[in-house]
């Protein structure tokens, strides 16, 4: 019984490691984020710091917050009814960033030349709120993006949504939790989206967590004390009912409870009649995030998966 325990506080610390290494990818970020949409040549001109041949439109502000903004990253040629991917940076619930190189780089270079548009997201961050706040604004993100996709290509209803770590934790509340989807204001309300990629999250039942002695003290921070946030926040609570399709992405290299809690959840969802599945991967935790999109198995995987909730084989 104590072994358990002390794999599970290694888990936790392990996951929590990665925080150190987000915010080390601060110093590869664009010296400048502009705003504003551009284009970068194919030589990458004077922004050689992003990717060439593409289009952007950064800092687009979804909310009045000054964190409750995105960036997007379109084809060079402008494309008509395009695949969107949201993509939201973990950092355990109290930092991180959107343009972090392991967030952007590998994935738009894979995937928005073959004409789908990437947009990575900022969010609110503890302390300021909390985690079910913190997913709040990425659905709020979500529903303002979809009704604003024409601009960039985009079709509203091909929208793929993605998260690391903290952020894998984020969207997978979103997808299971009704409550948050509906305290986003009608206006910018998501609408249905394809399906949900959860990248290594270890946060599947929060309540769980919490009421283990041996827990890392940052999930303290993130959650606080009081049980009925935890229950909001627990995505295996939360779910309810049949969701979209999920992939959950786990590290075989992290200690049982991350694939383990990734299968509990994916059992559930299978159990209300959703198509969902866990994609373990020989990577370390933060590998999980910036290799994908790079020539690999595990990109295959992601990118079969994706393929298959947009031409509708996977429902």
Request: aromatic share 10%; proline share 8%; with cysteine.
């Amino acid at each position: 019984m104590h072994f358990s325990r002390f794999k599970f506080l290694f888990a936790l610390l392990a996951m929590f490691a990665c925080t150190v290494v987000d915010a080390r990818t601060a110093a590869t970020r664009p010296a400048a984020s502009p705003t504003g949409k551009f284009c970068n040549p194919a030589s990458g001109g004077k922004n050689n710091s992003l990717p060439a041949n593409m289009c952007f439109q950064f800092n687009v502000a979804y909310g009045s917050d000054p964190l409750q903004k995105f960036d997007v990253y379109m084809p060079a040629t402008l494309p008509k009814n395009a695949p969107v991917i949201v993509m939201v940076h973990g950092g355990g619930w109290y930092q991180g960033d959107k343009t972090d190189t392991p967030v952007v780089t590998n994935k738009v270079k894979k995937w928005v030349p073959a004409g789908t548009i990437f947009i990575s997201i900022n969010y609110r961050l503890v302390p300021k709120v909390n985690p079910v706040q913190e997913a709040t604004d990425v659905a709020m993100a979500l529903g303002y993006a979809q009704r604003n996709a024409a601009q960039w290509g985009g079709d509203p209803n091909k929208f793929i949504l993605m998260g690391f770590s903290a952020g894998a934790h984020l969207v997978t509340l979103v997808a299971s939790s009704p409550s948050v989807v509906q305290s986003v204001p009608t206006n910018v309300r998501p609408l249905p989206w394809l399906g949900t990629i959860s990248l290594d999250s270890a946060a599947y039942d929060v309540t769980e967590i919490m009421t283990n002695p041996y827990h890392d003290p940052t999930y303290d921070k993130a959650f606080g004390t009081d049980p009925k946030l935890w229950a909001a926040a627990s995505p295996m609570t939360q779910l309810k009912g049949r969701i979209a399709p999920y992939m959950a992405v786990c590290s075989s290299r992290e200690p049982d409870e991350y694939c383990t809690r990734a299968q509990d959840f994916v059992d559930k969802a299978l159990g209300y009649g959703s198509s969902a599945l866990v994609l373990p991967e020989n990577l370390e935790h933060n590998d999980i995030n910036a290799t994908l999109g790079l020539p690999s198995d595990y990109t295959n995987q992601v990118n079969a998966f994706m393929a298959g909730i947009t031409s509708g084989t996977i429902r």
